[in-house]
Nanobody, 122 residues
């Protein structure tokens, strides 16, 4: 059974940094996609950044140059380094995964973590 456990969320002031982690267990796939998504109150969930096991990454325009996604294949852990945080980054951040895929952008992710809250104050 795949389990994803996020950590690293918290409250910071605008301009600050946080690093999120997502520890995955129960994986049996040789390759897979993992990603970070977020959902703010009253808004739809949006994709933040994705990575496959080959190291190919994508991120949404609103976080380009500020957020960096990284997948440690040996540890089955996904990270999201978030710098220059803005109040509009405030949301619940979720980790998701999908085994046996490499094209991460057009995938229905099957596995989700419980989320970690990020709050950025102005």
């Amino acid at each position: 059974q795949v389990q994803l456990v996020e950590s690293g969320g918290g409250s910071v002031q605008a301009g600050g940094s946080l690093k999120l982690s997502c520890a995955a267990s129960g994986f049996i796939a040789d390759y897979f996609c993992m990603g970070w998504f977020r959902q703010a109150p009253g808004k739809e969930r949006e994709r933040v950044a994705l990575s496959n096991t080959d190291g190919a990454t994508t991120d949404t325009d609103s976080v380009k140059g500020r957020f960096t996604i990284a997948l440690d294949n040996a540890k089955n852990t996904l990270y999201l380094q978030m710098n220059s945080l803005k109040p509009e980054d405030t949301a619940m951040y979720y980790c998701a995964s999908m085994p046996w895929v490499k094209q991460c952008g057009h995938v229905e992710y099957n596995y989700w973590g419980q989320g970690t809250q990020v709050t950025v104050s102005s």
